[in-house]
């Protein structure tokens, strides 16, 4: 090998010295531009951008085509205090099974078509114990001429329809055009065979198939939510609610908030710190001969709601307890009621 052939050969090595020297540069600066953008990335996003905020979409569904089956069970204890310390208990046991299915709406108004298939009915006074079964009759210990049975059956197998307006609210309760329905019930009370009745027995009935009673039982979703709301995690709204207990129509305006959500359920949480009996009109005492006017009256209570986000009222269920102040003949007397209701979903089905 020549002088001429070891030069060229450290060109070359000298050449591919540089290369490599110029690759790593290439590589190192690549990685610190990399570092840097993603830096500047993670800085602005810290300062301008966020994630979408949650929001919780609330609904009560009404779909055509689709009837609804739910149970509702009820017990209230009663304990009266008269003055001279004298006390009446008694507790009543109902459970109804009733179906519902809307037709189409009317006049800014929703029909639910409801109708309670069966029921049972259990009082109970210290020993005496009176029963009433819809689907067996016979083995009935209930007249059914007694009061408060009368109160609590007097919409048995009787249709109506909650007219629910866009807020999901019942702002009226109907027929529903077909012979025997509540329309027609009251008809027959009022008109046909109402000199067969006397004073109390109609007020009685007509109590029975009263708005507030249709409302009460048949209102699963009890007005907690307005319409379609769009709400975050956090929320709190109000809304006025309307019940009865033991016979007393009540009102309050509750506090609602989302509790809990997961797989595609919501459990909604409603306190009630208000409630107050219906000071205008005469209310229905079990073992009181005539109505008569409530003095005074509070409660409070809780409602738990469970529903889809697609709008079926799976479960409500609630606990109330109300004092009220009346007298009759001058003889005052305070009544303290506490009920606990529960309505389920049995099943929706398609027709």
């Known amino acids: 090998m020549g002088w001429y052939d070891i030069s060229c050969m450290d060109i070359i090595l000298s050449i591919i010295k540089m290369d490599s020297m110029i690759n790593k540069s290439v590589i190192v600066a690549s990685l610190m531009l990399s570092s840097f953008l993603s830096t500047m990335n993670a800085q602005q996003s810290a300062k301008g951008l966020k994630e979408p905020e949650l929001k919780y979409a609330l609904r009560v569904d009404f779909k055509q085509g689709v009837y609804s089956s739910y149970k509702m069970d009820e017990k209230t204890k009663v304990q009266r205090l008269y003055r001279d310390s004298i006390t009446k208990n008694y507790q009543r046991i109902l459970s109804y099974n009733f179906t519902q299915s809307p037709k189409s709406p009317n006049d800014e108004t929703l029909p639910l078509i409801t109708n309670i298939d069966s029921m049972k009915y259990a009082f109970k006074e210290g020993p005496t114990e009176l029963i009433y079964d819809s689907q067996n009759p016979k083995a009935a210990t209930v007249n059914t001429e007694f009061p408060d049975a009368i109160s609590n059956m007097g919409l048995l197998n009787h249709q109506f329809a909650l007219m629910y307006n866009p807020k999901t609210e019942v702002v009226k309760v109907d027929g529903v055009d077909q012979p025997g329905d509540i329309k027609w019930l009251r008809n027959y009370i009022n008109e046909d065979n109402g000199e067969a009745l006397d004073t109390a027995q109609k007020f009685t009935w007509l109590h029975a198939i009263a708005d507030e009673q249709a409302i009460y039982i048949g209102d699963v979703s009890k007005s907690l939510i307005a319409g379609k709301m769009v709400i975050s995690p956090d929320s709190v709204w ?86 009220i102040e009346s007298m009759y003949k001058r003889e005052p007397f305070t009544q303290k009621i506490e009920t606990n209701s529960v309505w389920t979903l049995l099943g929706r089905y398609k027709w």
């Not at 209310?283 to 509070?298: H, L, M, S, Y």
């Not at 889809?308 to 004092?323: L, P, Q, R």
Request: net charge positive.
């Open 238 to 323: 109000k809304r006025p609610i309307r019940l009865r207990l033991d016979g007393i129509d009540c009102f309050d305006t509750v506090e609602i908030r989302v509790i809990s959500y997961a797989k595609g359920e919501y459990v909604l949480e409603a306190i009630s710190k208000a409630l107050t009996p219906d000071y205008s009109h005469d209310a229905r005492f079990f073992g009181v001969p005539a109505p008569v006017q409530i003095k005074t009256g509070k409660g409070t209570g809780k409602i738990l709601m469970e529903i889809t986000s697609s709008g079926w009222v799976k479960k409500v269920a609630f606990d109330y307890n109300i004092e």
